[in-house]
């Protein structure tokens, strides 16, 4: 049974450039939420989409934005890169109706901004 | 405005002893309080969670502890063991079912030496 999965595992960037992450749920969850690691931090919700809808939203700016496919999985898209958005950004998957509070976490995409 | 404090930022303790680490929360709203476990290059993982329903929950070596009138909850482990080593983090969330957005605290390192 795999669980959540995230690509790519690391990137590197530049200041104004344009990033795209992705993420597969948890086989059989309908839900994708997206927070935000800093370094030596607790995440930080951004969002939370299901049926291919954003549902919640966390504090952050509109240059985050995202989707959610037929199939449930979903990418986390951010524009105009700053150097503050170096993060681990953390996949979360549950099932809406299911057991209250499994959330799944992927491993994370570290994305570092120069 | 930070909603849930996490103490102490670290933690040292030795094999067999117990960890203690406390969350104190803002919002009386907060109706559930997981705590993740967090190891290097890995995502949250779900440890035990609680409701404001009752005051403790146990799960093997781990305890929660929930104190409503004072807006705290805390987590024991007892007999401490060197696996234990990691991030931990509490959380906190509003409203039922799994489309919820969770509040996290900063974390704790925890050594446990052997």
């Known amino acids: 049974d795999a669980g959540v999965t995230q690509s790519p595992t690391h990137l590197i960037k530049t200041r104004g450039q344009q990033v795209t992450l992705r993420c597969s749920p948890k086989?059989?969850?309908?839900?994708v939420s997206w927070y935000q690691q800093a370094l030596g931090q607790g995440p930080q919700f951004i969002f939370q989409?299901?049926?291919?809808?954003?549902?919640q939203r966390g504090n952050f700016p509109d240059r985050f934005s995202g989707h959610q496919f037929p199939n449930y999985s979903s990418e986390l898209n951010v524009n105009a890169l700053l150097l503050g958005d170096s993060a681990l950004y953390l996949c979360?998957?549950?099932?809406?109706?299911?057991?209250?509070?499994?959330?799944?976490f992927g491993e994370g995409s570290r994305l570092t901004v120069l | 405005q930070q909603q849930v404090k996490q103490s102490p930022q670290s933690l040292i303790v030795q094999k067999g002893g117990i960890s203690i680490i406390n969350c104190a929360y803002e919002?009386?709203?907060?109706?559930?309080f997981p705590w993740y476990q967090q190891f290097p290059g890995k995502g949250p993982a779900l440890l035990i969670a609680?409701?404001?329903?009752?005051s403790e929950k146990k799960e093997g070596r781990f305890t929660i502890s929930f104190n409503k009138s004072a807006k705290q909850f805390s987590l024991h482990i007892m007999d401490s063991q060197p696996g234990d080593s990691a991030t931990y983090f509490c959380?906190?969330?509003?409203?039922?079912?799994?489309?919820?957005?969770?509040?996290f605290g900063k974390g704790t390192l925890l050594t446990v030496n052997p």
């Open positions: 919002n009386t709203a907060f109706d559930y």
């Open positions: 979360a998957s549950s099932l809406v109706g299911g057991r209250t509070g499994e959330l799944f």
């Open positions: 086989s059989g969850h309908d839900t």
């Open positions: 989409y299901y049926e291919e809808e954003e549902r």
């Open positions: 609680i409701r404001p329903d009752v």
């Open positions: 959380a906190a969330s509003k409203g039922g079912g799994s489309n919820y957005k969770l509040t």
